[in-house]
């Protein structure tokens, strides 16, 4: 079976990243690159990992992770479609067995709010894995007096901790917002298609998802 290491080395899959990420800095997005995809990668594989699931899925978790945002290098919109195609190429150069990367095809293609929907277990632990994602070190933007409303949320969130329980089945997001950069109000506005994909995928994988904000549990 391909590993997560194996797609780390293939030097397509850096180039596309590094892509991506060239072309994100050029339309002033937050960041996508290795810090995001790698903590995506590790966050996907760790929650089916608590739950119990085969290894197998564990890593095809973490591969779709690691690749799920290479559609950014050919355009931001549809990425997650372009991506899923992307990937679902070069794994069949690498060798990958057909019926696992079609399963990572289906994640990467259903990550995206505007389009997607949890479809199996392994796309349920890419969504809430992405999603999690929140943090002042995804702004590229240096320039403070420039922040759009997403560079605003990311960098007003000072920490974000992720974390699933096996015995009561609850993955928690739990973030820090500094209200003096951002209201609350305003990770809401931003992020409420997010907060709901996430829920789903939650209820997708069994479990229930929680978000806590400054101490206050909001869902």
């Given amino acids: 079976m391909i590993t997560l290491e194996e797609i780390k080395k293939n030097e397509e899959v850096q180039e596309l990243i ?16 290795t810090r995001h995809i790698s903590i995506v990668s590790s966050r996907a594989g760790r929650i089916l990992e608590t739950l119990g699931y085969p290894e197998e899925r564990i890593e095809l978790a973490k591969i779709a992770g690691y690749m799920h945002d290479i559609g950014n290098c050919v355009n931001r919109v549809d990425h997650a479609h372009s991506g899923a195609i992307l990937a679902y190429q070069i794994l069949k150069e690498m060798g990958m067995d057909v019926q ?3 399963e ?22 890419l969504i809430l894995a992405d999603k999690s994602d929140v943090h002042r070190d995804r702004v590229v933007n240096t320039n403070m007096s420039t922040f759009d409303k997403h560079d605003k ?59 806590i904000i400054n101490g206050t549990k909001l869902l």
């Fill in 18 to 33: 590094v892509g991506a990420q060239k072309q994100l800095n050029a339309l002033g997005y937050t960041e996508h690159s």
């Fill in 153 to 211: 949320v990311n960098y007003a969130v000072t920490n974000a901790d992720f974390t699933i329980d096996k015995e009561t089945r609850i993955a928690t997001l739990d973030l820090n917002i500094d209200t003096k950069i951002c209201p609350v109000l305003d990770y809401f506005e931003i992020f409420m298609d997010r907060t709901m994909m996430s829920k789903y995928a939650a209820k997708y994988l069994n479990i229930w998802f929680e978000l």
């Fill in 100 to 102: 696992k990367r079609t």
């Fill in 104 to 125: 990572i095809m289906m994640a990467i293609g259903n990550h995206d709010e505007q389009t997607g929907t949890a479809v199996s277990d392994i796309s349920a632990a």
